[in-house]
């Protein structure tokens, strides 16, 4: 039995030092998870220069998230 994720089951979340879309510095895959859970780990993962991120849910919905994690979007 392997330990791989399938490629299905990963979040693509996008980073950004700025609230525009041409100051995105990087994006990175995540396991998917609950929203409070990946709340959490996006938060976490952001580097000095990165105050926001956003990723679609599997549903469609877009998620943006601050640097303390709190969502912007709804």
């Known amino acids: 039995m ?3 994720i399938p490629m299905n089951n990963f979040i693509k979340v996008s980073f950004f030092s700025d609230m525009s879309i041409a ?6 895959q995540f396991p998917a998870m ?6 959490g780990v996006i938060a976490k993962a952001m580097r000095r220069d990165e ?5 679609r ?3 469609g919905a877009v998620v943006a998230l601050d ?3 709190f969502c912007v979007t709804q």
Do not use: D, I, Q, V
């Open 23 to 28: 100051a995105k510095t990087r994006h990175c």
């Open 2 to 4: 392997s330990n791989l």
């Open 67 to 69: 640097k303390n994690g």
């Open 51 to 55: 105050f926001f991120a956003c990723y």
């Open 34 to 39: 609950p929203r409070a859970a990946l709340t």
């Open 57 to 59: 849910e599997t549903n």
